[in-house]
């Protein structure tokens, strides 16, 4: 069974300080690993695709890595805009399995 | 712009009343995906259908069901809501083809409460 597991469940940082969040996964034969940003009450946001170790990908202050049992999402100079919960997801066969997320605290 | 919507955005029902939660989607997907999420937890996905094909998830409760009477629109049916359905209950949509995985989109949720 596809295991995600995400770390640390909480993260509270200043405005500016750069963290990273982690993803570690198991399954067999990943097709693909997400990232996600969830507001609170909201649905989840597309933010990034991963497909296979050794790929990175970057939007305005995020940066989404991957290797072969993680992954990660850099946070660089985080504003508080930036507050949110981080979802990672694997995708198998049909579905994305997801782990439980990080929620993201900036204060200014 | 609203790719998938959800209807409505908050349902309160009592218990054991039947509930029905409504989804539509304009990116013409083949695939249409109900997940539910309970506070601080993953979403966890009940079925979904591929196009006309519906897939149900081995532990997802008789109580819920699903419609998908054309394309562009999903129903989530809760026929006997108990107080443990209370949740987010989020649609999503994606264009399923062989090989890489294609993104997920999901709504805005439906906040069903159960009194």
């Known amino acids: 069974e596809d295991q995600v597991t995400q770390s640390p469940e909480a993260l509270r940082l200043q405005e500016g300080e750069s963290s990273s969040l982690n993803c570690s996964y198991t399954?067999?034969?990943?097709?693909?690993l997400f990232w996600y940003r969830q507001d609170p009450g909201k649905g989840p946001e597309f933010l990034f695709t991963l497909y296979s170790a050794g790929e990175e990908k970057e939007k305005e202050r995020l940066k989404a890595t991957l290797t072969k049992k993680e992954s990660f999402l850099h946070i660089t100079a985080p504003k508080p805009e930036d507050s949110a919960t981080y979802l990672c997801a694997v995708f198998n066969d049909y579905k994305l399995s997801f782990g439980a997320g990080t929620t993201v605290t900036v204060r200014a | 712009d609203a790719m998938v919507i959800q209807n409505p955005r908050y349902q309160v029902t009592q218990f054991g009343k039947p509930v029905t939660l409504s989804c539509s989607q304009t990116?013409?997907?083949?695939?249409m995906y109900w997940y539910q999420q309970k506070s601080s937890q993953a979403p966890k996905l009940l079925f979904h259908?591929?196009?006309?094909?519906?897939?149900n998830e081995a532990d997802t409760p008789d109580n819920f069901q699903s419609r998908r009477p054309n394309t562009s629109f999903c129903f989530l049916d809760i026929r006997s809501p108990g107080l443990g359905d209370a949740a987010m209950y989020l649609c999503?949509?994606?264009?399923?083809?062989?090989?890489?995985?294609?993104?997920?989109?999901f709504g805005p949720g439906t906040r069903l409460t159960v009194l």
């Open positions: 399954v067999s034969g990943l097709r693909g």
């Open positions: 259908y591929y196009d006309k094909d519906f897939n």
């Open positions: 990116l013409n997907h083949n695939v």
């Open positions: 999503a949509t994606s264009s399923l083809t062989s090989g890489r995985a294609d993104t997920q989109y």
